[in-house]
């Protein structure tokens, strides 16, 4: 059967014994080997931007999170008859939101970091604050220069009840 395959798939040495194939192929598991070492890091360097970017959205809810609870504290109460009620003006509310990131130190935080938005419901009860920043991965950083932009929305309510 081996006579009948062709002389150049016959792998014979000088005494017509068959060679192994794996010394035909030495070498070879090293480009492998250096290709899956280099498929791995760069993973990990992707999760760990991920990760990196997931994290800083977090703490940027949770700025803008106690952020918009400060400013609906700063309500004005209205005894206005039988039907008291709240009332949350632009400017304490902004002023709020303001002196909140100062005090927490948030622009230390994140990087950035912008009001995009504040704004009061039309119930006139609770707020909601838009912020920006962006973040910049470690690793692959040098990808993206002007880091990832990141925004997250809260929202807060002042409930009146007896």
């Not at 492998?32 to 070492?37: D, H």
């Not at 949770?62 to 004005?76: N, T």
């Not at 400017?91 to 100062?102: D, E, I, M, P, T």
């Not at 002007?146 to 997250?152: E, F, K, L």
């Amino acid at each position: 059967m081996i006579q009948q395959l062709p002389k150049e798939l016959i792998n014979l040495d000088s005494h017509g014994n068959y060679k192994k194939w794996a010394s035909a192929e030495d070498g070879q598991s090293l480009v492998l080997a250096i290709g899956l070492c280099a498929i791995t890091l760069l993973t990990i360097s992707v999760v760990l931007a991920a990760s990196a970017v997931n994290l800083k959205a977090r703490q940027l809810l949770s700025i803008a999170d106690g952020a918009v609870v400060a400013a609906v504290d700063e309500f004005e109460f209205v005894a206005d008859g039988p039907n008291p009620r709240i009332e949350l003006s632009q400017q304490r509310v902004q002023q709020a939101v303001g002196k909140y990131l100062l005090d927490v130190g948030a622009a230390g935080r994140v990087d950035d970091l912008r009001i995009a938005s504040v704004e009061i419901r039309p119930d006139g009860q609770g707020a909601t604050l838009e912020l920006s920043g962006t973040v910049r991965p470690p690793i692959v950083g040098w990808i993206v220069p002007n880091g990832v932009p990141i925004s997250v929305n809260s929202t807060a309510q002042t409930v009146l009840s007896r």
